[in-house]
């Protein structure tokens, strides 16, 4: 799916630059850019994007989170906010719609990038789209590649039980590890916030709690364990033989995604 994206952005430099941008990125279906909010109203009336990069500052009565309350009246369009300013009172207001990513000026193209992946992954499965290098090549997305003394080796993300939180690093449970139970685990140079928001494009790895992204492929149970200090279950995922606690924070999220008849 090509997602029609809405830019809002009065600096005509800028504005141009980010449909470059995005084009590079591989986006074709983009409106604007346009200086105003009351222009981009105008355009969108009857034909909502359905992702708005939106500058906070704009010619006009209207900024651009008053436009995100009015594009997110009737459907919810991710929002991705840029700006310049820090005070309290604007970062305040411009959570108050929810963004998806908030992106102060001036942004890397990486930035820009897992901004928008993160809009898309907020529109639903059935609307998601491939990762795409600077020059609108495809990223080879069926694995990732780790660096060890003597260059780099792959692991397959299908292959991947869970990614385990260690500080600042991570390690990586696969199967073939589990079996063999091997001690020393492969170790991710990222902490598990920055991998959720790199692994974003997989759509079965997904964050499960404070410490663990499970990979969903692999559940084979799901446990609803009751205790007297809950008003709710708590969820539990079997994965190969290893039980991992869902967080509350994260539930609602990874209970969604199964069909449960």
Known sequence: M???????????????????????FGYQNLYGPFESAEE????????????????????????GIDLAKRLNKNIKVPII????????????DSISTFPVAYLNKPFTN?????????????????????????????????????????????????DILWIKANGETSTIMTKDRLEADLKVLP??????????????FCKYLIRGSRFFMV????????????????TTPQKILLIADNEIIIGDKYRKKVMDRFLIL
């Not at 029609?4 to 590079?24: G, T």
């Open 187 to 200: 170790v991710i140079g990222h902490n598990l916030s920055s991998l959720e928001s790199k692994l974003s």
């Open 40 to 63: 981009a109203l105008i355009e969108c009336e009857n034909d909502l994007p359905d992702i708005a990069i939106l500058d906070i500052q704009l010619k006009g009565s209207m900024s």
């Open 215 to 230: 990979n969903l492929k692999h559940v084979d149970r799901i446990i609803d364990q009751q205790s007297e200090s809950r």
């Open 110 to 158: 990486n930035e820009l990038r897992v901004a928008i992946v993160n809009a898309v992954n907020e529109l639903g499965d059935e609307r998601s789209v491939t990762i795409k290098d600077y020059d609108g090549m495809e990223v080879l997305d069926d694995r990732i590649f780790l660096r060890n003394g003597r260059g780099k080796f792959y692991i397959k993300l299908d």
């Open 2 to 24: 090509n997602p029609a994206i809405l830019i809002v952005e009065d600096k005509a430099i800028l504005a141009h630059d980010i449909i470059d941008r995005l084009q590079q």
């Open 81 to 92: 906010y840029l700006t310049q300013l820090q005070d309290d009172k604007t970062f305040k």
